[in-house]
Nanobody, 123 residues
Framework: QLVESGGGSVQAGGSLRLSCVASGDVVGSRCMGWFRQVRDKGREGVAAVDSHGRTNYADPVKTRFTISRDNAKNTLYLQMNNLNSEDTATYYC???????????????????WGRGTQVTVSS
């Protein structure tokens, strides 16, 4: 199970930190990622990290977002800085168990998903 938190409303230029706690079969997943989705559009990969800490970012967020994981706490994070209106979306945490397509930003590489947390950025 994956449970996201930390979403909310923020003004452009602000920051938010998303968290995703893993439990059950997902604990210890080697590959995890963050995705986002705007209504009527496909799910977009934002950032991914593997068990070695190697990361991959989508170009629109590369200089503003940071993905990290705390394996001791079974928690995945996404630090989002300098947010803009284009970042408004529902953000989902994803994990791949038992296999792993390292640092993939493609949604088909993940088989466990959280329910999402809403991020709204106002200009």
């Amino acid at each position: 199970q994956l449970v996201e938190s930390g979403g909310g409303s923020v003004q452009a230029g602000g920051s938010l930190r998303l968290s995703c706690v893993a439990s059950g079969d997902v604990v210890g997943s080697r590959c995890m990622g963050w995705f986002r989705q705007v209504r009527d559009k496909g799910r977009e990969g934002v950032a991914a990290v593997d068990s070695h800490g190697r990361t991959n970012y989508a170009d629109p967020v590369k200089t503003r977002f940071t993905i990290s994981r705390d394996n001791a706490k079974n928690t995945l994070y996404l630090q989002m800085n300098n947010l803009n209106s284009e970042d408004t979306a529902t953000y989902y945490c994803a994990a791949s168990v038992p296999g792993c397509y390292s640092q993939s930003l493609g949604p088909l590489a993940y088989n466990y998903w959280g329910r999402g947390t809403q991020v709204t950025v106002s200009s």
